[in-house]
């Protein structure tokens, strides 16, 4: 299934080590908030310092303008790293050029380093030939171990693999087994569940899923689209009018597969104090939307689901940020949490809601990378792992 090196496979003793990290996380006022995918780089960071190696960790950080900005400095990631490690871990303040060369020529074995964020260049982002050699001088050998950038053929990501030795990190490795296991060789039935807003988004996945899975649940704003196409009038409810062609087509190619709520939860306006009623699937009334699935088809969806070997699930059922407007969504984590199944889930908002729902531990595999899990489940190659080496 994954048959690419891994970390285990190559000697690190006395060496040093790039690791491309996910540290793309929260921070405000110098503080990190959610440390999800700092701890999910652990077990990798760990393993190479005990195998002896001098570990230079690199990551980008949120959208930075082309240039350095304060804002976006990983500082303070370095210092929330130190506290989960118990040990120094040093800083440079560029990830190439003389100070990240200075910093990781004085590394010693056992020694971490977190280099400033990558996007503070451009060039990072156009895979750049220069930017991808600056980095590959700091170091022997080259893991990626960031998923979440795994689909982006970036100069950190891809550009460095083709001047070290690439391998896989523990992390990359766990993610790609198990969303590729579950696409590719699932415990049936497979089920896939998928929300959010845009039916945009997931055209591919939809109709590569269409060939792997046994049912497709939809729920979220993409049902509206759904709904419209099938002749409902939607009131003020989220649609994409450019996708009515394309989601008759899909409903057309996949009618034996995919299924849709049969009842909704309305509300008069879009806030979470809105006044809101449950009605069965039909023309939603003038001024109202539809901000989530009603309770039978989360009764009707969690029967498809308890029978199911694997559920993938990405994308939440409503706007599960207003608590009027999540039971949808908490009503699906339930129901994957205690279906015993193979349980996959990706994509930055169902993430959000599972962790929020209390039922993360009861879930097979959390992906840590959005973009990265809607492209493998779109069938789709990942510049990141394909430039590492094959076993």
Request: charged share 25%; with cysteine; proline share 6%.
């Amino acid at each position: 299934m994954f048959n690419k090196k891994t970390v285990r496979d190559i000697d690190v003793k006395g060496k040093k080590v790039f690791v491309r990290v996910d540290f793309n996380v929260p921070v405000k006022d110098g503080v990190v908030g959610d440390d999800t995918r700092i701890r999910a780089a652990l077990p990798t960071i760990e393993y190479l310092l005990d195998q002896g190696a001098a570990v230079i960790l690199a990551s980008h950080l949120g959208r930075p303008k082309g240039g350095p900005d304060p804002k976006y400095s990983l500082k303070p990631v370095a210092d929330h790293l130190s506290n989960l490690l118990g040990k120094p871990v040093a800083f440079a303040e560029d990830c190439i050029g003389p100070a990240a060369e200075a910093a990781a020529a004085a590394l010693k074995p056992g020694e971490v380093l977190v280099l400033e964020n990558t996007r503070f260049h451009p060039e990072e982002e156009k895979n750049d030939e220069g930017m991808s050699r600056a980095l590959a001088k700091l170091a022997d050998v080259y893991v990626n171990d960031a998923f979440g950038t795994a689909h982006r053929a970036h100069a950190s990501t891809a550009g460095i693999a083709a001047y070290l030795p690439a391998v896989a990190g523990f992390l990359l490795e766990k993610e790609i087994k198990y969303l590729g296991q579950a696409i590719d060789d699932p415990k049936r039935p497979f089920v896939a569940i998928l929300g959010g807003a845009k039916i945009s988004d997931k055209i591919g996945v939809i109709k590569n899923l269409l060939k792997k899975a046994d049912t497709i649940l939809i729920g979220g704003g993409m049902a509206n689209t759904f709904f419209k196409a099938q002749g409902y009038p939607m009131g003020d409810s989220l649609v994409e009018d450019e996708a009515l062609e394309t989601a008759r087509g899909l409903l057309e190619e996949g009618k034996e597969k995919i299924r849709l709520p049969v009842d909704v939860v309305i509300a008069d306006k879009f806030d979470a104090e809105a006044e809101s009623r449950v009605m069965p699937v039909g023309p939603v009334p003038d001024g109202w939307r539809i901000l989530d699935i009603g309770p039978e088809t989360v009764a009707s969806y969690a029967k498809v689901i308890s029978a199911a070997g694997t559920v993938v699930w990405n994308g939440p059922m409503g706007v599960f940020e207003f608590p009027k407007f999540a039971e949808g969504t908490f009503g699906i984590a339930r129901a994957v949490a205690s279906s015993g199944a193979i349980s996959v889930i990706g994509g930055g908002e169902s993430v959000a809601a599972i962790n929020q729902s209390g039922l993360a531990e009861k879930i097979t595999h959390i992906s840590t990378g959005g973009g990265a899990s809607l492209e493998m489940l779109e069938g789709l190659e990942l510049p990141g792992v394909a430039a590492l080496l094959d076993k």
